[in-house]
Structure formats: C-alpha cells, structure tokens
C-alpha cells in the first residue's frame, strides 16, 4: 500500500514563500498521478495542482497559477509544491495524494499546516 508523506509546512508572512514536498513510500511504481490538495477551515477540499506522469500534463487552480509551481523529481515518486507570493487566503492544510490518473486519487497524506499572516 502506498503512503505519503508531506512536510515544509509553516508560518509565513504574505508575500513569503514555502516549499512543500510529498515523500511516498511503498509499491511506488503504481503511481502515475499526484496532486496537491488544501482544506481551509470551514471550507470544502479544493485542488490546487495536479500532474500525470503518463500525459506529462499539469494542472493548476486558478487561485495559484503564476503563483505556485508544481514538480516531480527523477524518479516520479516525490513531489513538490513551491509556493510564492503567498496570501492570508492560502492559508490551509494541504495534502499529498496520489491515484491512477488525474481526478482519481486513492492515497492521502495526513496534512501539512500553512498558514499566511498578513
């Protein structure tokens, strides 16, 4: 079974950046799809970007693009989400998730905090 794990998260201040990375572990060569995902409190799950390693296709939420770049290392198996020019309405809990194309996603992180003061 695959697991995630993400780190980087933090305290920042708007205009700030941060680096979060996804480590997975286990039978990694199912993996084809990976995603960023946020929750910020009282609001529902929301993409924030999404790569499929078989298309090569990235995607982004409208709220990001220019702002935040997703990335993959070598491998395919870790992922990463630089975040600049971060705002106050970034501030969430992003998770990791993984799946076999873009829009199906079996495996969750447990989260990592970002919270943006302004």
């Known amino acids: 079974q695959v697991q995630l794990e993400e780190s980087g998260g933090g305290t920042v201040q708007a205009g700030d950046s941060l680096r979060l990375t996804c480590s997975t572990f286990?039978?990694?060569?199912?993996?084809?799809?990976m995603a960023w995902f946020r929750q910020a409190p009282g609001k529902d799950r929301e993409l924030v970007a999404a790569?499929?390693?078989?298309?090569?296709?990235?995607v982004y939420a409208d709220s990001v693009k220019g702002r935040f770049t997703l990335s993959r290392d070598n491998s395919k198996t870790m992922l990463f989400l630089q975040m600049d020019s971060l705002k106050p309405e970034d501030t969430a809990v992003y998770y990791c998730?993984?799946?076999?194309?873009?829009?199906?996603?079996?495996?969750w992180g447990q989260g990592t905090q970002v919270t943006v003061s302004s």
């Open positions: 790569n499929s390693r078989s298309s090569g296709n990235t």
């Open positions: 286990g039978p990694t060569f199912s993996i084809n799809a």
């Open positions: 998730a993984t799946g076999q194309y873009l829009g199906a996603y079996g495996y």
